[in-house]
């Protein structure tokens, strides 16, 4: 009896512990990338001859606000699914660099949980990447 035990149980442990040699062995050490979180995105433009600025400011949650000094004034919440677009976009800018101002001036500015990010350039000018422009742009839209 126990030579048929023997011989039932047996190969059944060997076949385990080969899969679990493999298991342990087919997991990578690789090293994750911590996810970004965007805590907040304030964009805006101004300048010229009042030196007048007007200020927005977006949460994560989608609540979109108009910040004149102290004051901030909600103007609307953007659905989720925009939201989300709008932070891979941010996101997608991460280490880019441009602060040329002139007479008037147009802001966007990125503060995550590693970095804050701001980018600052002059209206029209053609300098500053494509992508920040039409961040920029779509963001402005929303607040209409």
């Known amino acids: 009896m126990k030579g048929i035990r023997h011989y039932f149980i047996f190969p059944f442990v060997k076949h385990a512990a080969w899969a ?4 342990f062995f087919s997991c990578k050490n690789s090293k994750l990338i911590p996810e970004i979180r965007i805590e907040n995105i304030t964009f805006g433009s101004g300048g010229g001859f009042t030196g007048r600025i007007t200020t927005y400011s977006l949460s994560p949650d989608g609540q979109l606000n108009l910040v004149e000094g102290e004051k901030i004034d909600s103007i ?7 939201m989300n677009e709008i932070l891979e976009k941010a996101k997608a800018l991460k280490g880019y660099q441009y602060n040329t101002s002139g007479n008037m001036n147009a802001f966007l500015e990125i503060k995550s949980d590693q970095y804050t990010q701001r980018i600052v350039w002059e209206l029209g000018s053609k300098q500053v990447d494509d992508q920040v422009k039409q961040l920029y742009d779509e963001l402005y839209s929303l607040t209409r």
Do not use: F, G, P
Request: aromatic share 0%; hydrophobic share 55%.
């Open 76 to 82: 609307k919440k953007i659905d989720l699914q925009q």
């Open 20 to 23: 679990l040699i493999l298991i």
